[in-house]
């Protein structure tokens, strides 16, 4: 399975399954590419990015990952809301990937904008993870 596949699966589980992050925009409102039609609030894969990066004697990859958090309305603090409950599952929770083990979970930055056609928010949080493959 490809490693990107794979660590992004787990992660919609994840947050899919997080209960506080439902709270905040609903069952089924989390996506692992970008919904067309689809009203906020929800969150989205922007970006996923995967590098070799091969230690001494074990393979392995950087990754690189760009989640959306929209809200439905022009609030910062609202989009933050739900950005802060995928980043705390993304770094402390449980991630659980097939094929792979993430070695290092680490949130790089968190911007925030209002979207001027729209009027709605949103929060963008860049994930830096390294993975190994499972023995």
Sequence with gaps: MNVIDDIQTAL????SADAALTLLV???AVFDAPPKGRQPP?????SHDAAPRDGDETPGHEHRMTVHCWSPQPSRRAA?????????VAVAGV????????????QVRTETTIDLSSGRARAAVTFRFLSEPKD
């Design 42 to 46: 929800y969150v989205t894969i922007l």
């Design 26 to 28: 609903g069952a089924g």
């Design 12 to 15: 919609v589980s994840a947050w």
């Design 95 to 106: 991630i659980a990937p097939d094929h792979h083990v993430l070695t290092v979970r680490r």
């Design 80 to 88: 933050l809301e739900i950005a802060d409950r995928v980043e705390r």
